[in-house]
């Protein structure tokens, strides 16, 4: 009775519209149902209770319960906006100016439901106010893709109270810190019918390399009926595990696959806006993006009909203590909460497994299989082993792999900066002044604050309301004698979410220099903020605990980078790969060169991100030998020989292109070439002999 009267309410200003349109629209009377309804209920209440006048109790109680929980909706809804515009106000007068003012409002506010909902507030919900766009007469909004709704309970408690914060601030946070990036990609066509009806993946992993290479088939279907005007776009997010580069593409054309070509990422968002924007043929397109993230892009999806694309990702396997474990690879994109899923996983040699997620099966110890509901968080692990010394060879290099072995060299720290969240407890801070007692210790708090075993407590309890750290690196002013100690999360902004603001600006400027900044990381995960810097080798980065904290506090020393232009250290992994001039034969995977490459381009995008004015044309040519996807580069499939001459993209094939499981990119060993050889003699000579016997 309550959401009925509330509907007749609501629709009032509709009223006037439906009877003057009736005669020729019948379907305007619709607006008057909820009406007719609580009229009707009023009518069989008040006859019902005349009957029996206990029915009235039960049917006020039911009332009273209703109400009640609305009330209690609208208190809890009115505490989150208080909260949300008194950071707002805030952040007005902050003396940082650097910082926006939607970094400062998402560090302070909770990460509760209703808070989200408030934000959702004119973006998602609908609110009362007589705006043509409450009845549904304006286009979707087009920088915010989730489907408008009118929920009752919101739309009472924001007549109340709404936020102060603008709808451009309300999307910065709720992408950054919300995980909401995806509803906030650009679209240039709708997705709303789209659902993710299957996924292939096939995994090969290599123990002895510490690698793998996972294939991912993608099936998105178009549920809408219109087949005039029903093309949709699909876009789908991917999150790799950390050190992951993307090396193959593939999308169906007329039921053929067809690969993707790489080149500059500007050439591939040229081509395929031009075509999806107004041409509407196929193409698909696959971009890097800060925080491990890539974006696939594919068009057209007809109604009642699908596409299929593939994605191969290469992927170097994480190791902690003495155990390698593989991280399945997700994705955010058209809904596959009923997708199925086929998954088949190839394991070189016999390895001591020791964690099998029990939805695979197997028949013996190198090939799991399953098949059934999709099922996205999943991890595989088993003992580390002795890492294989045979390389890949390519073009006169040669690329092993080895062990990282982290090695501490004197490091004379003067000042230490503390970066505080709602992560830190006293004790932290406390052991932080009791270890460096003799050094400046810092924390950021609208400029530096010298902490001391006073002000400490004070400074926690003010600073740790903040969800995640983002204090300005760029105000450090001796890089080369200071230390900083964080403690992170994933659910904070990225440098590209800072992008033309002050902030960015100098911190641009700050790491032009070669001099990197010392961090340690005493948290579980790592912030989006430094996880960019550290990609692009701004920082001399270490994950650590409190034991190696002690350690370098006690020896004046810190862990030295090991990055040349000749070696890569994958620090999640516990790797170094390394180049050297060789002409001899390997058996290794050719994703050996592709994690190289990928991360040696990381390394010097950074100074080219840092200087507009340089044209990374190095790095560009480094991306097409590796056939991978990177910021400079991007794979793209078009539909016809045509449209690539058209947009000026040419596939080089003395590369490694695509990759793929049906080529491993290995070179055979020399004892391997002498069983080739020995096979081809003796084609030759059965192929001789038969000659020789059909002549006589």
């Known amino acids: 009775f309550l959401l009925f009267l509330y509907m007749s309410i609501y629709l009032f200003p509709l009223y006037i519209f439906g009877i003057i349109l009736a005669p020729a629209l019948g379907i305007s009377l619709h607006s008057f149902a909820p009406l007719f309804i609580t009229i009707t209920t009023i009518v069989l209440v008040a006859k019902m209770c005349s009957y029996r006048k206990t029915y009235r109790y039960s049917f006020f109680a039911g009332l009273s319960l209703a109400f009640m929980a609305t009330v209690l909706f609208c208190i809890q809804w009115a505490l989150a906006v208080k909260d949300l515009n008194k950071a707002y106000r805030q952040s007005r007068i902050n003396d940082n100016p650097d910082i926006p003012t939607w970094v400062q409002i998402a560090q302070q506010v909770s990460r509760d439901a209703i808070t989200e909902k408030a934000l959702k507030l004119g973006l998602v919900y609908t609110e009362p106010g007589g705006n043509w766009d409450e009845w549904g007469f304006s286009m979707p909004s087009l920088n915010y893709n989730e489907p408008k709704k009118h929920d009752p309970l919101i739309g009472l408690a924001s007549l109340f109270r709404k936020p102060a914060i603008g709808s451009d601030e309300k999307i910065r946070i709720l992408e950054s810190t919300y995980n909401n990036r995806y509803a ?6 709708a997705g709303d019918n789209l659902t993710t009806e299957n996924i292939s993946t096939h995994i090969r992993i290599w123990p002895e390399w510490q690698i793998a290479y996972t294939e991912k088939t993608i099936a998105v279907h178009n549920g809408g009926a219109n087949r005039f005007r029903g093309q949709e776009e699909a876009i789908y997010l991917f999150t790799l595990p950390e050190g992951s580069v993307v090396s193959s593409l593939s999308l169906w054309v007329n039921g053929v696959e067809e690969k993707g070509i790489l080149t500059t990422k500007e050439k591939a968002t040229t081509a395929y806006n031009s075509i999806v924007g107004v041409e509407k043929r196929d193409p698909s397109v696959i971009h890097w993006q800060e925080g491990n993230q890539v974006s696939v892009r594919v068009f057209p999806v007809m109604p009642d009909d699908q596409r299929l694309f593939k994605i191969g990702v290469t992927t170097p396997l994480r190791k902690y203590e003495n155990v390698i474990v593989y991280d399945n690879i997700f994705f955010t994109g058209p809904s596959g909460t009923k997708a ?11 390895p001591e497994i020791i964690n099998k997620p029990s939805i695979l099966r197997s028949t013996d110890q190198r090939v799991f299989a399953y098949d059934g509901k999709y099922k ?15 390389g890949f060879v390519y073009k006169g290099k040669a690329y092993t792999i080895a062990r990282y072995n982290q090695q501490l060299m004197p490091y004379a720290i003067e000042q230490v900066y503390v970066d505080i969240n709602n992560e830190w407890e006293k004790k932290e801070l406390d052991d932080i002044l009791q270890l460096f007692r003799h050094k400046d210790i810092l924390v950021y708090q609208n400029g530096w604050l010298k902490t001391t075993e006073q002000n400490a407590e004070e400074l926690l309890k003010q600073l740790s309301k903040q969800h995640f750290p983002f204090f300005p690196l760029y105000g450090i002013k001796n890089a080369a004698k200071a230390l900083v100690i964080t403690k992170g999360n994933t659910a904070a902004p990225n440098l590209k979410d800072l992008k033309d603001t002050p902030f960015d600006a100098k911190t641009r400027k700050y790491f032009k220099t070669d001099e990197q900044l010392k961090v340690l990381d005493l948290g579980k995960s790592v912030s989006p903020y430094f996880k960019t810097l550290i990609e692009q080798r701004a920082l001399n980065y270490e994950k650590a605990d409190w034991s190696l904290l002690k350690q370098i506090a006690a020896d004046h020393a810190f862990p030295v980078s090991q990055e040349t232009e000749d070696q890569v250290v994958l620090k999640d992994a516990g790797l170094v790969i390394k180049r050297t001039d060789s002409s001899d034969a390997g058996n290794a995977p050719d994703h050996l060169y592709r994690l190289f490459a990928y991360n040696n381009i990381m390394r010097q995008f950074g100074k080219y991100r840092n200087d507009t004015l340089q044209d990374p044309v190095n790095l560009v040519a480094e991306a097409e030998q590796a056939y991978i996807v990177t910021p400079v580069s991007s794979l793209i499939v078009l539909e016809s020989q045509a449209d690539y001459e058209r947009f000026n993209i040419k596939d080089s094939k003395d590369n490694l292109q ?11 060993e020399p004892h391997e070439w002498a069983l080739i050889i020995t096979g081809l003699v003796s084609l030759w000579y059965l192929h001789k002999n038969r000659r020789l016997k059909k002549a006589i």
Do not use: C, M, Y
Not at 184 to 189: A, K, N, Q, S, Y
Not at 340 to 350: A, F, H, V
Not at 658 to 668: F, I, L, Q, R
């Open 184 to 189: 906030t990609e650009e679209r240039l066509w």
């Open 340 to 350: 199925t899923e086929t998954i088949k996983l190839e394991i070189s040699g016999k």
């Open 376 to 390: 996205p968080d999943w991890q595989f692990s088993f003992k580390a082993q002795d890492i294989n010394q045979h």
């Open 658 to 668: 695509n990759a793929s499981h049906n080529k491993s990119g290995a070179v055979p």
